[in-house]
């Protein structure tokens, strides 16, 4: 590795501050430059709709690392300054205050954006995203005993808002347009299981519908839903899944995935892209899996990390494939929810423990496979869960409804 090499780094979130620790971890000793859209360190975003969102931890926590920490490792940090064009033939990247930045070897972590609830009302004062800290400090001071609050999305972060709302005193409605919460990690009979323990803890919830206006003066007063229910409300927020920053490559020429696949840059399973020496690695990466045997985008905590360590390294030493079972993980109210495997078809589901007490797992089976699991305040059994989903060993029903079977044995 020549220590003339420069690495730059489009986007300074989760993934691109862990890449750019990677590298220096992996002995490359060259310029690392981290280009940031947002003005704040890279930082974390699992707390933004839960313990940062909810008072309970302080700002620098969410950090990686401090300032210091980039100044002692000689990491160059650009930030308040977004990538605007990819000049591939010429090796750099033009920069929004009209500098470019040179490199030998680019990647790409802009992560996404969030979706825009797109009815009348919509722009209202009282109108919420959570994507980044500045949103999460917008919204914070709002949730106030007896606000009323309207959740817009019923995965894992309008989910993780409505709990912290209603630990905050709130009076809290989650709309959700598929006839599931979770629809898109989780079985029906799931779905029904955090659902009912939202409706335990008072939160309500409307499935099957979506938000045909907000009405109000300047302010949020109502939210009318295509069921024709009208809420009254102090607050909505808004969750309803995040778009991939893939523009700057998709004018480059980088290859992205098709459509109905929610886009993202594709790469292969080392992190490349279709464009020599460019690697992408996060929520933006379409990424090819060698256990599932096929692309697939991840949102979550756990692929915004290990992507971002394992495609780092690969653009320094001798490749290794970013070979990982799915994982995502959610804490809502006193319950922490964690799904291994990214399943797209199940024969039918296997219960053991039980999962309606929140303490238990839901296997999703495929013939005698595992190909997936929901496991409820079970952390401790997710390595085993996600060897079951890795090697595809045969297994009985059974045996994972047994309780008195140690799942450590089962996945050998």
Known sequence: MSTLESIVIIGAGHTGGRAAEALRGAGFAGRVVLVGEESHLPYERPPLSKELLAGTMELEKVTLNPE???DENNIQLLLGISAQ???????RVRL???TDVAFDKLMIATGGRVRRLACPGADLHGVYYIRDINDTLLLRPELRDGVRVAVIGGGFIGLEVAATARRRGCHVTVIELADQVLARVADPAVGALVADIHHA??????????????EGDAEVAEVICTDGETLEVDVVVVGIGILPNQEIAAEAGI??????TQGGIKVDEFGHTSAANVYAAGDVAFHYNPILKRHLRLESWGNAQNSAIAVARNMVLDPVAYAEVPWFWSDQFDLNLQVAGAPETWDRLVVRG???AKKGIVFYMTGDRVVGATAFNQGREMRFLKKLVETGAPVDDSALADEGKRLRDIAG
């Open 96 to 98: 929004s205050d009209d």
């Open 255 to 260: 290859a992205c995935g098709p459509k109905g």
């Open 354 to 356: 039980d999962p309606a």
């Open 85 to 91: 064009e990819i000049e591939l033939g010429l090796g």
């Open 68 to 70: 210091s920490y980039y």
């Open 201 to 214: 803890e008072g939160v309500h919830i409307v499935t099957g519908a979506s938000v045909e206006r907000i």
